[in-house]
């Protein structure tokens, strides 16, 4: 197998590229590089080394263009126009959430972060918000989602030539509900995390009462939420640590609360590279994660890896990374209340709750995940 294409429609900085490097990574163990088929890519070799520390070999190739039509059917048009490119590969390895209207006579392995099928389908705007709207006929992107809910309820999934991974036992469980699939047919191979070694939470370095956060900044992740979290523990410091995507203005919203309210513990740090997030990491003692339905969270097990004692959301992935129900929260209130009870805690007792975090957390290694990965993919090299 010589010609294998990674492909998604649209590629940025996050947890779903650091899935692609590393199966870039061990389609370079094999002796292959990967193209990486989208529209439109926001990376580049260096921002790879900088943010990521990886050094792979793949080519990123822009297809078509790069077409102003709403995301739903972006993927769509993107999938089809996969037919036009698919004599020029022995795979596809699509990561994408949706497989509708790929080539069905290619093989092809689907890794999915969760499945597109369920935020279209499901009545709530977006399943990050649980509790907020539902979609609307007088929204364009609800609009684009309504409109194309009669493909996805027609989509079987039943691709003789199709490998199913899920990112988490959430995420499968979510997949099962919408395809007449078995357990047995959807494989959960974890997403890679760099794990550091074993820190303590009283390592050297560490600030007794400082809170760090991880991910793009976006009303999904909730930094708004965050800020407010911060504002009612005044003698924490908070480190809220993320990719700011050009043209969006939630960072700059994330300022003016802190600027108009005055809130001093709040320390914003926007596009750090690699080092400069792991400093932070080692530096603080607690991790906040507030995404609703979390299909995983990649950065809740890095923050654990290094040394931090995480406080996340009662939902989604979060709750196989996290299993302690007295580490997760459900509103504002509860969040302060679960810190505020960490703080009094000592070191014994703080290191006796991280200890089987971090046991926990060895499934979810780099070195797992390529595993998982040279398996999935040495057995699609024997049936070609």
Request: with cysteine.
């Amino acid at each position: 197998m010589s010609k294998v294409a990674i492909v998604q429609n649209r590629i940025h900085k996050g947890g779903r590229l650091q899935v692609i490097l590393a199966i870039v990574e061990v389609l370079n163990s094999f002796g292959i590089t990967p193209d990486l088929l989208t529209f439109h890519s926001q990376i580049s070799e260096s921002e790879i080394r900088s943010h990521y520390g990886k050094k792979i070999t793949c080519d990123v190739r822009e297809i078509f263009v790069n077409p102003r039509i709403p995301y739903e059917w972006n993927i769509l048009l993107f999938n089809t126009l996969l037919s036009l490119y698919k004599r020029e590969y022995e795979l596809f390895i699509n990561s994408s959430n949706s497989s509708l209207f790929l080539p069905k006579d290619i093989p092809l392995i689907s890794y999915i972060h969760y499945p597109r099928k369920d935020r279209v389908l499901s009545g709530m705007k977006s399943i990050n918000f649980p509790d907020g709207k539902m979609k609307s006929w007088f929204d364009i992107e609800d609009l684009s989602r309504i409109l194309v809910r009669p493909f996805y309820y027609l989509e079987r999934l039943n691709r003789p030539q199709e490998t199913l991974i899920a990112n988490s036992r959430f995420t499968r469980r979510k997949t099962l509900q919408h395809y007449p699939l078995s357990r047995q047919e959807v494989r959960v191979i974890y997403p890679p995390v760099r794990l550091a070694q074993g820190t303590s939470v009283s390592a050297s370095g560490k600030e007794e009462k400082s809170v760090v956060t991880l991910g793009r900044f976006s009303a999904v992740k909730r930094q708004l939420e965050q800020i407010q979290v911060a504002s009612e523990l005044e003698d924490f410091t908070f480190y809220l640590v993320g990719f700011v995507k050009p043209g969006s203005g939630y960072y700059q919203r994330c300022q003016a609360l802190i600027n108009e309210d005055n809130i001093g513990n709040v320390h914003l740090v926007p596009n750090a590279a690699y080092d400069e997030m792991a400093a932070i990491l080692r530096k603080a003692r607690f991790f906040l994660h507030s995404n609703r339905n979390e299909p995983f969270g990649i950065t809740t097990v890095q923050a654990i890896a290094h040394g931090c004692i995480p406080v996340v959301h009662d939902s989604g992935g979060q709750k196989e990374i996290v299993p302690n129900p007295e580490l997760r929260y459900s509103d504002v209130e509860e969040a302060v209340e679960i810190f505020k009870r960490l703080s009094q805690q000592d070191n014994r007792e703080l290191q006796e709750l991280l200890n089987p975090l971090e046991q926990n957390s060895a499934q979810y290694s780099e070195e797992q995940f390529r595993d998982n990965m040279r398996e999935v993919l040495t057995a699609q090299i024997r049936r070609l």
